[in-house]
């Protein structure tokens, strides 16, 4: 029978019509997408037999026989600081349980938390140390790239001098590790050291201690279940620190509170909230002055407490009258009445607490949003009493810590400074000459200033030499732990990378700066060292509330990894100083023994209070979780009975004194031995002001009639040294060892000793004996005299699409901050006269997703997250989306102000971001201006998730204090692809 | 005997996803299969909520009334198992399943699926308790051992619960009588026959 | 009267007042002064009432994973284990019983004239091949597939879970590779016949008298009779219907969703069990019902009486197309 031609089309057509989708058709591309199987080097599930779930290999269950070891240590994705409960079987991590002790998670993890044994499987993990060959990936032995590296970096010294090289750390190392790695680069001679802090929380701890002593979380996760009104302005916990939802959620069904939170999104942790206020990105401090409005104009501040601990209320009062409901509504869109209602209830529905995070932090006010969030706090009474405070998400594990151990250009461990006094103090702890240390920097005045953020580090290799206030560019970046994508101005960033005499990335994995290195065209001297993840490690690290939790080595380093602590002993050992360095730390085959460092940072710590947490001590917590209550943190019973859980710092005094811990910062309720406290005397006792008339008058900064709780003084008090011992006849108190310890730290004017100079912590002891705190007793400043903006001015973003605005709110002029110049206010003068809000309107924002972390390579290499979240996109409200074609799910290219700066990748259209809005994860990376990078990486060790990174679309402005840069807003377009 | 069943807070889960990346570590389950997933209705929305949903353990579970082979069983727990070596992939239990618990792996061959993989509530299979056969199908065995899901063990805010279903749903009442309200134990009608009353 | 002037004035003033007021509202679209997302939940029960199936969002690519609950799996349970088994009982066991019935009151329709001896082809070797492809793989299907639906109740219990499972395991295979062979046996089958099928008034007589099937004279007929037509169109419209779903069923979730696969399911589970009770129909007429029947498909040749009284105006066409008496015919296409 014959069959005609257009039959047998008609057929196939048919048959083709039932095997696709009705739209579009099926192509075999979406069809192994649905499958999941076209992620590049995951294993075909086709090779397992049907009834299988996985392949056999090591791993659960324990083999015959064999034992089961329980180790604990704390997860390393966020700073709640949840204890990772690991059992393992023949060195083998078989399994996690649920860490039920733990007085701040209570068993509890999130996405991450819950697949960090899949860290330490390691399929994606560096194995082996790479070096870059003519373009391609080749396998080196650790002494050989030791020995390469350190001879390149000792001729880059040579010719260009110490701050040529950048040394960027991590808040990934525990305490010993960063604190190690802030030593070495003093021992090298440079303070360009840094890490995470600088783009994560540098503008709260700047802002926080210039206004009231500390710029760390004042209260704890768990203390917030004691509020009765919380507002979250510029953070989502609900995605970035999830378990403390489980304390801010709790808390808020057990006290009835209202939960208030004030984003440009409707986030997560909105969808939870009894009030969600919508602003405009950029714009917090109309808000909050809005909200001090309202609060002056009907008399809800706490008056008594204004008097006695607050410093240039009346100064701030101006600005405060200026923001009006119109002004505010017209600058940040918040309606008036909402904006009453919520001052309302966080004035007068006491205790009341302020949580933040990016949000407030990643903008160039930054400094000047947290300090008007500490302003708000201020004036309402609500810093000091539990359920209050600035609590401060940090970002981390153990960001905290690193910030406290000094990773970070402006100071030496523990916020002494750079000054010659700061440099001296750690000569003395670290009993190494001080005339030796100077030598190594290429001038005192060098010595002396601070360093170049890591934000900046393309422009401190590219800009004329001239620009840069050192010997020269910076010329070799040596990353242990730090991603590349998480930093504005990738494409510029570029141009850096390729101009790099050399790169050295020490992490456990290559990291996008592996992969963009080789995309901007280098062809060698780019280095890659495996070092292993901190469940390899053991080693002490810092919860946000000030917590130290001591994590063990769960299993030893897998491959060729190696601990931090390690790598940064051979390069001391290549360098020649590694005598110096780890005169009184003891090394074992090349590892520095950690609870040695820990225990020199005890030594030299008094200034934060780190001085009681040892070792021993810290260990005792891990082990006796279960006697510390979860609402109050202390243990009532056991070993540990009436310590707070991790001896929160301040930690007063040595060891010995076995100081509690203050859970709750600034806290007059309680004695100080109880881990009570008040306001730090930071700033001076007294200080001129000049009166309208042209007289000048003296104002204490001191604390009037406030104390802590038995205070023997019962009024503000400076700070203690010997000198005001002697005064307060105080000094006979002083053990002859302890005077003897006083006198060798400064022989020539041994009054001069402070609670923080003195190496035997005797003047701490005996302040505390009197029920003082160490650290004065003082009002906290409103007028922060010092920092660019002494009271918080709004200033537009450096690119804003209300270029109406700039005029009457523009950015700081022009100026030289931290060896760079900061041409901010010029930038936003060129994007106003080229007229880049029109062709750029979109408010672009960036923000967290709760399966990836930071730039995002090593949780994207995590199977069991990469599988939840396997594209980036864009949020775009649906107005927006349907002014421009957009479809849900479609691809768009996503344009920036810069460098013609252009992204691909798929649309989510929402109602999440208001109109005018969009926001991108900064997780993704991996992909360049729609180019796949996969083939950049060694093999074997490109993340399975890759995606365009939301920084090759962010643009060029720095907060002046710290040089944080502004991921948080800037502007876009959108179009279909 | 307990009847163990799973309840879902939906007021407290903010799609965190821990759930889910427990199940995937505590039985290292592959790419492709979802045991346990987490919805989100009105995303991006006010009365935005997120419900995490695997299998509910059923009573009259639809899936094993369906199987063709009838390779479902109901332990003394309530647990609702299934065996791997009797199924037959023919996917009937999902088309029963009112909570798409039922996973297959794609074995090629066009839409064709392996055996049926789901959520066990952490109470393995037909093989011996905790031996390594029993892992390599169907993954940690807790109720064995005493211990309660992980999923619901590692939970960021205590928003899934699971275990003696009495015990749960107290818990839950009193979780809505002390904050003043509660969306429902989502699913319960259609799996249990049963409300809880708040 | 000044009075009056003064209010109006007043009144208007305060209209213009108001009236600028108005506009000077910002041109920025106005936010809500109140929004509280707790208050907002949406709750399960109005959900269910309103859409009947809850569905959201999810991130992982498994679209139907972000149907959170849909209570009409039960509805589709009590189908498959309930309603299907009794339609199929009624109408497979009903049209045997009837069949039954039939053959023992009436018997075999045989050869009035008896057999002459000389032959006629009826079916060419392609046709053959078409019928046994369809007709084989049809029965391989049905009862694979009846398998599925009674096996566990009728089978298992004898058989053994392991070794009915592994039956079952090798029944779904085949049911799904020779359902490739079904679907092509089906169309080939179409296009050979669908000329031949196409009602005609001798079908409208055909079935007045019931064929000739409950006394009285068979109608004369051309190649297929009325009943043969009918048997044709529900197979062809059977046989679309169950390859149609078949293959949904075949491609799960390839731009269907949840409950247009259960609507499948049911769709092809209901036309099969229907389609299998009228085959017997045709099992029956084609092998004991009818004499001389079978050999039609057997080697291609009928009796040449039988030609006549079964299919008069066909016999008297393919003689007008010059077939030699006596000798079986070659195929003229």
Redesign the interface.
Known sequence: ?L?KRT?RQA?SGLLAA?????NGG?DRRSFL?????T?GG?AT??A?P?????Q?KA???PAEGAGVTIRKSICTHCSVGCTVTAEVSNGVWI??E?SWDSPIN??????????V??LVMGERRLKYPMKLVNGEWTRVKWDEAINEIGDKLMAIREKSGSDSVYWLGSAKMTNEGSYLFRKFGAYWGTNNTDHQARICHSTTVTGVANTWGYGAMTNSYTDIRNSKTQIIMGGNP??AH??S??HL??GA??Q?AN?IVIDPR?T???????????LRPGTDIPVLYGMMWHIIKNGWEDKEFIRQRVYGFEDARKEMEKWNPQEV??VS??????LE?VAKMFATEKPSTLIWCMGQTQHTVGTANVRASCMLLLLTGNVGAPGTGANIFRGHDNVQGATDVGLDVVTLPFYYGLAEGAWKHWSRVWETDYEWLKSRFDAKQVMETPGIPLTRWFDAVLLPKDQVAQKDNVKAMFVQGHASNSITRIPESMNGLQKLELLVVADPHPTTWASLAVQAGRKDSVYLLPVATQFECKGSRVASNRALQWGEQIVKPIFESKDDLEVIYLFAKKFGFEDKMFKNIKVENNLPIAEDVLREMNRGSWSTGYCGQSPERLKLHMANQKDFDMRTQRASTGPCKGDYYGLPWPCWGSPEVKHPGTPLLYNTNLHVMDGGGCFRARFGVEREEKRPDGSTVKISLLADGSYSKDSEIKDGYPEFTLAVLKKLGWDTDLTEAELAVINKVNPATPDAVSWSLDLSGGIQRVALKHGCVPYGNAKARMNAFGLPDPIPVHREPIYTPRVDLISKYPTLADAKQFRMPNIGFTVQKVAVDKGIAKEFPLILSSGRL??YEGGGEETRSN???A????DMFI?INSADAAERGVKDGAWVWVTGPENNSKAKMKALV????G?GVAWMPFHFGGWFEGDDLRSRYPQGTDPYVLGESANTITSYGYDPATGMQEPKVTLCQIRAA | MARMKFLCDADRCIECNACVTACKNEHEVPWGINRRRVVTLNDGKPGERSVSMACMHCTDAPCAAVCPVNCFYTTADAVVLHSKDLCIGCGYCFYACPFGAPQYPKIGNFGSRGKMDKCTFCAGGPETDNSREEYEKYGANRLAEGKLPLCAEMCSTKSLLAGDGDVIAQIYKERVARRGYGSGAWGWQTAYRESIAT | MTKIFVEMRLVAGALAIAFVMAMAIPAVAQQPSSVNPNAAAVKEQQLLQQFKMIQGLGTIPDVKSYVLEHPAGREWREYRMVTLKWIAGIAILGILALLTLYYVTHGAMPIKAGRSGRKIQRFNAFERFVHWLTGVTFVILGLTGLNITFGRSLILPWMGPSTFSEWTEWGKFVHNYISFAFTIGVVLMFFLWVGRNLPTKADVEWFKTGGGMFGGEEPPAHKFNGGEKLIFWLSMFGGAGIAVTGFVLLFPFYGTNITSMELAQVAHSTIAVLYIAAMFVHFYMGTIGVEGAFEAMNDGTVDVNWAKERHLLWYEEEMREGAAQGAVQQPAE
């Open positions: 029978m069959i039959d057929r039932l095997t696709s989708q009705s099926l997408r649905r499958s999941g199987l992620v995951l599930l086709g397992l049907l009834a299988s779930v996985r056999a791993g659960p269950p399994g996690q649920p209570r068993g509890s993890h999130c996405a991450k938390g819950a697949a044994r899949e609900a995605e999830p378990v939802l489980q959620i709790e069904e057990m009835k939960v409707l997560r942790t909105a969808a939870h909230a009894t009030e969600y206020v919508r509504e017209r869109g918040v309606p008036g009445a909402q209602r709760v399966e199977k069991w997250l599988e939840i979240q396997q949020e929402t109602e999440r971001v109109k």
